[in-house]
């Protein structure tokens, strides 16, 4: 019906105005809205607010809204719902994936239909009532007709119960078809990714309470909710199936793309905010509260280092560094692989080492032939020790590289590890065994190598004496190697050992090449000294035709381990002085003239057991193809000692011999130098210079020894080269006495530091004074509390330190 009131008028007739905007709505939500007049119901609206009748309008307005809601929209999402769709958790197993698919997307569509409906006539209407929204909802601080429209669909239609017995509401039966949407996706179903985004955003738009609040909206306070929980019990129950039926590598694999997944569905299908909280549910359920289970498995961390699945050990450390920044159910199963496969090759060489052959008695000198093959096997075996330890460096090294991405954390836990078996209690020869591996490298090891491989055997070498705990007792076996390998021309060039001391000097510090650096001093001194003797002799006169040349190297006895070479040091004394031949005898002694001139007040001990000789000899009766006898030459390279022997034969009768105790009581070499150089040569069958009678392996008292006319070399230079002369495992009488010699050197290593701490401190509790003591020597060697105890007792009896009395802690005064 026309209304013809002006705007202006005092009256309004409200009844009449809203059955015509109420027509209207009904108009707009039946989609018939193209011949209303907008302009003319804005007009109407106004009115009415401006008559102060805006309370009215906005109550009419919602219940109009409320009333459609009702009984309209709520009827056609009601249809709906199909069996299939008001299935319950609890009794899915009479349905079918298929069905449920297709009911709940109708469901969904019907719903999201309604909201889009309601959506577009409620902007409609709001453009419509825009003057009651600016002054009406405003001055009483009501929600505009939009937002009141908005939680109406909520409570009108979401928060409606359904017709099924357990009475759940349309809001929580559109959360249970979302997730068993998102359940069929996670089984392999392709689902309508945007229907659900469709949906979410619905959820998204509305809150729970009128005052729409941020942390209430109903996708965050009921479906989220929902999400996250169904997700942690589908996940724990999958990492249980998991590990029951699969190995550790698909496990990894199927984790890494779960966790891909999810974060991919709430891109596509849910919401990225909670994205992060659905990764923190797979991670815990798959990852944090199973790793340790995933790491022991039988294919776990232990299977992939020793079949080298790098990919997989990849994958574990990606998945424990999403839970656990400090790795530490990987960290310990590396450790605990590193230790236990050192461990097995510590056992190997103990085995080696204690395998069944008699060790010589303290008092023995010599050793037996078959205690001679043992030291031989012990060696072999120390040097594979060395090897299998580099490369199971080098095997760990790749992992950490290839696998862990180089992880600093990972790095220093593999430090560890290794110096824990190296510096094993049960395994103390670890430092012997690695310098012996250098050795065997610098004599033969790096005969025709690249500079670059034999520069890659000496970086090893350094990186194992980083996990050394007694570097002390490393420096003590590599200086005794070292000085065999000068003295005795086995080293491959003096550049490549002082390249191997300079690496030393950075990885260690000065002190501890000092000693190895004097060395080399002195061999410079000595081809010096050598040099100057010749040019002496040659200024006294005519040149002797028959003149024995010598070559000398003077030694420093505190510099070089003579000792260990059964030279001077603790046995100075004992070894008998040799007896020379005439000849060799005179220029001894031109030498040590010349020597005294240069050097007063010094003292020359001779070590003819650390010598070498090159001397002419003839054997005049060597058989030719003929059946004649023919003269033969030979240039002889051997040992002081084999020199004094041979030249014993010069003067003898042809078919004239010496026994054994003759030849000793006339050179008064030492029993066992003097077995071991007929052995070389008389037994030795390319260097059968002398004849033994009868002819064995051992050499004894009796024996008979008388010179080869007959012999007959391939080469014209012969090296003759005694038994067991190279550098080779300590028995372990001689391990002892390397371990006490090195206490006792320890012992002045830690007088020296507690009275550098206690000087420059005065005063000291007992037990700070032990930790500083411990800190200062860590860098050479671990030296044990009681042996502290004992040095600072030492220091109070010879009054360097005293007791402070009445001191509430033991503690020690410094005495100047």
């Given amino acids: 019906m026309p209304i013809h009131q002006g705007l202006h008028g005092d009256e309004v007739d409200f009844e009449n105005i809203w059955g015509a905007i109420a027509s209207a709505f009904r108009e707009i ?73 297709v009911a709940g997307e109708k469901f969904m569509k019907g719903l999201k239909q309604a909201w889009g409906d309601h959506q577009v006539c409620m902007s409609m209407l709001a453009d419509v009532l825009m003057y009651m929204d600016r002054v009406y909802c405003q001055d009483n601080r009501r929600p505009s007709i939009y937002t009141a429209a908005m939680m109406l669909f909520r409570d009108d239609i979401l928060k409606t119960p359904t017709s099924d017995v357990e009475g759940r509401l349309v809001l929580d039966l559109l959360t249970h078809v979302i997730l068993d949407q998102i359940q069929m996706e996670r089984g392999g179903d392709v689902i309508d990714k945007h229907l659900i985004k469709s949906c979410v955003y619905m959820l998204e738009g509305l809150h729970e309470d009128d005052q729409e609040s941020e942390e209430l909206r109903l996708y965050t306070a009921s ?163 060395v090897e299998d330890v580099l490369h199971l460096k080098d095997k760990f090294e790749k992992i950490w590289r290839d696998s862990f991405q180089s992880d600093n954390l990972l790095q220093t836990a593999l430090t560890r590890s290794f110096a824990d078996f190296i510096n094993s209690p049960t395994f103390p020869r670890s430092s012997e065994y690695i310098s012996l591996f250098i050795d065997e490298n610098m004599k033969k090891g790096i005969k025709g190598k690249t500079e670059m491989e034999i520069d890659s055997v000496l970086e090893k070498a350094i990186v194992l004496l980083r996990y050394i705990q007694d570097k002390d007792l490393f420096e003590r076996y590599y200086k005794k190697h070292l000085c065999r390998r000068l003295l005795m021309n086995k080293s491959i060039s003096n550049e490549v050992e002082k390249q191997m001391i300079s690496k030393m000097k950075i990885e260690l510090g000065n002190n501890f090449t000092l000693k190895l650096e004097a060395m080399f001093k002195d061999m410079t001194i000595s081809e010096e000294l050598t040099s100057g003797f010749k040019h002496h002799v040659d200024g006294l006169g005519e040149k002797d035709p028959k003149r024995i040349e010598l070559t000398i190297n003077v030694l420093t006895s505190m510099t070089w381990p ?143 020894f008388s010179f080869n006319e007959g012999f007959n070399g391939k080469f014209v230079k012969i090296k003759v080269g005694v038994v067991s002369s190279g550098n080779k495992v300590e028995s372990d009488r001689e391990r002892r006495e390397t371990e006490k010699k090195n206490d006792d050197s320890r012992a002045f290593c830690i007088e020296a530091a507690i009275v550098r701490i206690m000087k420059q401190r005065k005063e000291l509790p007992h037990q700070q004074l032990v930790l500083e003591t411990l800190s200062q020597l860590a860098t050479q060697f671990k030296p044990e509390v009681n042996m502290i105890k004992k040095r600072i007792e030492s220091l109070i009896e010879r009054e360097y330190l005293e007791r402070i009395d009445g001191a509430s802690l033991d503690s020690y005064r410094y005495l100047a």
């Fill in 223 to 385: 479906f989220e909710v929902e999400y996250l929980e169904t997700s942690r019990v589908f996940y724990r129950q999958e990492a249980e199936l998991l590990l029951r039926e699969s190995d550790a590598g698909g496990y990894c694999k199927h984790a890494r793309r779960r966790i891909y997944e999810e974060e991919e569905r709430c891109k596509s299908t849910l919401l990225e905010a909670t994205s992060a909280k659905i990764q923190k549910v797979v991670e815990d359920e798959l990852i944090k509260n199973r790793i340790h289970e995933l790491v022991e498995m039988e294919s776990g961390v232990r299977f992939m280092i020793d079949n080298e699945r790098l990919e997989e050990l990849n994958l574990i450390y990606d998945l424990n560094t999403r839970v656990d920044d400090k790795k530490t159910e990987l960290t310990r199963a590396i450790q605990k692989r590193i230790v236990d496969m050192g461990t097995d090759a510590n056992n190997a060489a103990i085995a080696a080492s204690q395998a069944p052959a008699t060790t010589a008695d303290a008092g023995e000198k010599g050793k037996s032939p078959a205690q001679e093959k043992n030291i031989n096997m012990q060696t072999v075996a120390a040097i594979r020790w």
């Fill in 562 to 704: 003579l000792e260990t070479m059964g030279g001077t040091g603790d046995e100075e004394g004992k070894r008998p002085k040799c007896n020379f031949p005439t000849a060799i005898d005179k220029i001894k002694r031109g030498f040590e003239k010349y020597y005294n001139q240069k050097h007063s007040g010094r003292q020359l001990t001779w070590l003819a057991n650390m010598g070498s000789a090159d001397i002419k000899a003839v054997f005049p009766r060597v058989p030719s193809k003929d059946g004649s006898f023919k003269e033969r030459r030979h240039d002889l390279n051997v040992s002081t000692y084999g020199m004094v022997i041979l030249l014993l034969f010069n003067d003898l009768p042809a078919g004239q011999h010496l026994t054994f105790e003759e030849i000793q009581a006339q050179t008064n070499i030492p029993h066992s130098d003097l077995i071991r150089n007929l052995q070389s040569l008389a037994v030795a069958p390319k260097t059968r210079i002398l004849i033994k009678e009868p002819m064995t392996k051992d050499v004894k008292p009796s024996d008979r």
């Fill in 29 to 101: 939500h039946t989609k018939n809205a193209s011949r209303l007049s907008y302009e003319e119901l804005y007009r109407f609206a106004y009115r009415i607010v401006l008559k102060k009748k805006g309370e009215d309008l906005y109550l009419r307005v919602r219940q109009f809204e409320h009333e459609w809601l009702s009984n309209e929209v709520r009827g056609s999402i009601q249809a709906l719902f199909s069996p299939n769709v008001l299935a319950s958790p609890q009794s899915l197993g009479g349905t079918t994936t298929n069905e449920r698919r």
